[in-house]
């Protein structure tokens, strides 16, 4: 496929401040690179992130970095089998002395929206977010409320194998551009864990690389990332597979290959680079399709699943 004869960046946007706050996000959560380029590509996207994986392996420590360093505004859900619904999006309490309902907003209206161990909340719960999360507004008693820009939603899980879990209805699941593991870290990354200051004073202490400004204007360069035709039937290609794969029970939407066509796109734009290449939607594809994906019975996983579509489908 050939490469088009385009600039090598995007002049007008903070590329060099962009790269900036992702050196101090990789300072602040270590030995994590590839996971925190995943975080910046869903923010740049305009989705959101699923992290899948046992508590205590940094995910907290992501979505804090991740506010600090882009000097957004941070709010923190706990996820329980009790939370309800108004616990996440607010509340219209009555004034009796004003004679009407003020609404009393909850923990969304934020600019980063950590939703820790989202299975854990029953479906009820779970689905109060779809609407926060697809059209960043809240509707409630009939009046639609806008919640801040940027909206981003960093939600951990944990295996659904674990006792006390609801699995995310496949609704849930599509609204999250990426999917992926922290895991546990590498060995000298541990041992500076373990010596050096605290995560949490060090977040503290940080400067915001971005600002609100910066971080609207870099989603919208994503847009203007130039997509070939060729890499448009590349994608479409995958597409198909997914639909025609023997493992494959439901394939990708319309819906997933916007997503992957859009993550690729600020995959590009992260690399300086104003056209999208096959590498870049070979980078996402896993971390776009994999929890999208379902499969029949004894064929493995949606990971498993996407490694095999995305290895039996040729780059023109």
Same mark, same amino acid.
């Given at each position: 496929?050939?490469?088009?004869?385009?600039?090598?960046?995007?002049?007008?946007?903070?590329?060099?401040?962009?790269?900036? =706050?992702?050196?101090?996000?990789?300072?602040?959560?270590?030995?994590?690179?590839?996971?925190?380029?995943?975080?910046?590509?869903? @923010?740049?996207?305009?989705?959101?992130? @699923?992290? *899948?994986?046992? %508590?205590?392996?940094?995910?907290?420590? @992501?979505?804090?970095?991740?506010?600090? $360093?882009?000097?957004?505004?941070?709010?923190?859900?706990?996820?329980?089998?009790? @939370?309800?619904?108004?616990?996440?999006?607010?509340?219209?309490?009555?004034?009796?002395?004003? /004679?009407?309902?003020?609404?009393?907003?909850?923990?969304?209206? $934020?600019?980063?929206?950590?939703?820790?161990?989202?299975?854990?909340?029953?479906?009820?719960?779970?689905?109060?977010?779809? *609407?926060?999360?697809?059209?960043?507004?809240? $509707?409630?008693?009939?009046?639609?409320?806008?919640?801040?820009?940027?909206?981003?939603?960093?939600?951990?899980?944990?295996?659904?194998?674990?006792?006390?879990?609801?699995?995310?209805?496949?609704?849930?699941?599509?609204?999250?551009?990426?999917?992926?593991?922290?895991?546990?870290?590498? %060995?000298?990354?541990?041992? =500076?864990?373990?010596?050096?200051? *605290?995560?949490?004073?060090?977040?503290?202490?940080?400067?915001?690389?971005?600002?609100?400004?910066?971080?609207?204007?870099?989603?919208?360069?994503?847009?203007?990332?130039?997509?070939? *035709?060729?890499?448009?039937?590349?994608?479409?290609?995958?597409?198909?597979?997914?639909?025609?794969?023997?493992?494959?029970?439901?394939?990708?939407?319309?819906?997933?290959?916007?997503?992957?066509?859009?993550?690729?796109?600020? /995959?590009?734009?992260?690399?300086?680079? $104003?056209?999208?290449?096959?590498?870049?939607?070979?980078?996402?594809?896993?971390?776009?399709?994999?929890?999208?994906?379902?499969?029949?019975?004894?064929?493995?996983?949606?990971?498993?699943?996407?490694?095999?579509?995305?290895?039996?489908?040729?780059?023109?």
């Amino acid at each position: 496929m050939a490469t088009p004869a385009h600039a090598a960046t995007i002049p007008d946007l903070p590329l060099h401040a962009l790269a900036r =706050a992702q050196a101090q996000v990789n300072a602040l959560v270590l030995g994590k690179p590839d996971q925190i380029k995943l975080s910046f590509i869903a @923010l740049l996207a305009g989705g959101h992130v @699923l992290i *899948e994986d046992l %508590p205590g392996l940094g995910k907290t420590t @992501l979505a804090q970095a991740i506010s600090a $360093t882009l000097g957004l505004s941070f709010q923190r859900v706990q996820f329980t089998s009790d @939370l309800m619904p108004a616990d996440v999006l607010g509340i219209s309490v009555y004034d009796a002395p004003a /004679h009407e309902f003020r609404f009393h907003p909850g923990p969304v209206f $934020t600019q980063v929206l950590l939703a820790d161990e989202i299975n854990r909340a029953p479906p009820r719960t779970q689905s109060a977010l779809l *609407e926060a999360m697809a059209e960043h507004q809240v $509707t409630l008693d009939g009046v639609t409320h806008v919640l801040p820009q940027p909206f981003f939603v960093i939600a951990t899980q944990n295996p659904v194998d674990l006792s006390g879990t609801f699995p995310l209805p496949d609704s849930q699941l599509d609204r999250f551009l990426l999917r992926f593991s922290l895991g546990y870290p590498d %060995p000298d990354s541990e041992r =500076a864990l373990l010596t050096g200051i *605290e995560r949490r004073e060090q977040i503290a202490l940080v400067q915001p690389q971005l600002s609100v400004a910066d971080v609207l204007a870099l989603r919208s360069g994503v847009e203007r990332v130039h997509a070939s *035709e060729a890499l448009v039937n590349y994608i479409l290609a995958l597409l198909d597979r997914s639909r025609t794969h023997p493992g494959v029970e439901v394939g990708l939407s319309p819906r997933a290959g916007l997503a992957l066509l859009r993550a690729a796109r600020a /995959h590009a734009l992260l690399a300086g680079r $104003t056209h999208v290449l096959p590498d870049d939607v070979q980078a996402l594809f896993v971390a776009v399709a994999g929890h999208r994906l379902v499969s029949s019975s004894d064929t493995g996983t949606g990971t498993m699943l996407a490694d095999a579509i995305l290895a039996s489908v040729a780059v023109d």
